[in-house]
């Protein structure tokens, strides 16, 4: 028998991965289950972009291997993005980098900076991927707590006390609007991130693919005096476009770091296909009323969603951003996964225990709102009529 690598030993199976398979036997022996945890964009791209791919595709010079650095439409449409909403000017030449989906990124950025002996910061609750991504390079992921009280934002303090007490941490991830709380960034407090970052030497990783969702003002880390300097950003096509399973992402940040990290990226894999590069450039041109009616699906969904962690009795927030809704559970319940639990087996539907984004995130569930209004209703109807048992 072969053993396989250290690295993986020290990661699980991604959860959704596992329950979806979980999901799937329940299928097969009753009412099929109503997925409301995992936000995979049901929406379809803009007619516009699909046009573009079907005319590219039938080109017979669009099929050969692509520049590891992307097609330039692609970066010039990235760079003018970024110069629109954003108000961050970029080199569309060397402070833009492709990617194939911003999760591939998050590893990237972990072999291009991390040795075994290292650290770096993660959020806890947050993207089980940014543990996973530092523990496979070979380094220590350490969590830093995000609590409702500090509206979900780093305490400084708490930072600067993990590197004291760590050894060469070396990133901080952080992402907003954050996911899974919603909460917002402000300019205040990238500002802040910055300044520390500046002061102990950290690179900030912000990971930022939900900021057009259920959110008028779009905002990037990169925006912040001296941000270029210590930040590196990722960004999506996923949910702002409806692009999730087209993998298209982005990683902005200064020339030099963006270099560096092309030196993993060209060993690992090769550009993405033209005419999948030339549709996100036409979807990054969309007027503002794109953006609009996606968010209207969205904001009606979420009213639904309301009504559902109304009939289990939960605590939330109105102002969330993103395309999930946290709410913390009511007392009476042990945990979210007893929650979960409860609903997937006497409502056959499936949301998702917020514990599995770390352990500040047990006493909460999400909610997806990757679902149309008819399954949202039905959903409501299972678990409302269950709690009148």
């Known amino acids: 028998m072969i053993d396989v690598a250290n690295r993986l030993k020290q990661v699980e199976e991604y959860y959704f991965s596992k329950k979806l398979r979980e999901i799937e036997e329940l299928n097969q022996s009753g009412p099929r289950v109503i997925n409301l945890g995992i936000g995979s ?10 046009q573009v791919l079907h005319e590219e595709s039938a080109r017979h010079n669009t099929h050969a291997y692509q520049s590891y650095k992307g097609a330039p439409a692609l970066r010039k449409a990235m760079a003018e993005w970024y110069s629109r909403w954003y108000g961050v000017l970029l080199n569309p030449e060397t402070e833009l980098l492709p990617l194939i989906g911003s999760k591939e990124g998050i590893t990237h950025i972990c072999m291009t900076y991390l040795n075994e002996g290292d650290s770096a910061l993660v959020p806890d609750p947050g993207y089980p991927a940014y543990s996973s991504a530092v523990k496979v390079a070979g380094a220590t992921a350490i969590t830093f707590a995000l609590k409702e009280a500090n509206s979900y934002f780093p305490d400084l303090n708490e930072l600067t006390k993990l590197v004291q007490e760590n050894n060469n941490v070396k990133l901080l991830f952080v992402n907003y609007p954050n996911m899974p709380t919603g909460q917002l960034p402000t ?77 993993f990226k060209s060993n690992l894999d090769s550009g993405m296909f033209l005419p999948v590069q030339l549709a996100a450039a036409k979807a990054l041109s969309l007027p503002e009323s794109w953006y609009a009616e996606v968010n209207n699906v969205y904001r009606e969904r979420r009213e639904l969603a309301f009504k559902i962690l109304d009939i289990i009795g939960c605590n939330y927030s109105k102002t969330q951003a993103g395309m999930f809704v946290w709410a913390s559970v009511p007392v009476s319940y042990e945990d979210g996964f007893a929650v979960t639990d409860e609903v997937l087996t006497t409502a056959r539907v499936f949301i998702t225990p917020g514990g599995i984004f770390g352990e500040n995130g047990k006493d909460f569930i999400r909610i997806s709102l990757c679902s149309p209004k008819e399954v949202f209703s039905e959903a409501i109807e299972r678990i409302s009529s269950q709690n009148k048992k």
């Open 41 to 50: 964009p049901d929406l379809p791209p803009h007619p516009d972009v699909v």
């Open 187 to 263: 300019r205040a407090m990238f500002d802040s991130l910055v300044e520390w970052a500046f002061n102990h030497k950290i690179l900030i990783i912000h990971d930022n693919p939900y900021s057009f969702i259920l959110n008028d003002k779009p905002m990037s880390i990169l925006a912040s005096p001296g941000a270029m300097e210590v930040a590196l950003e990722l960004n999506s096509l996923s949910k702002s476009h409806n692009l999730a399973g087209w993998r298209v992402g982005m990683l902005a940040g200064k020339a030099e770091r963006l270099q560096e990290v092309l030196r």
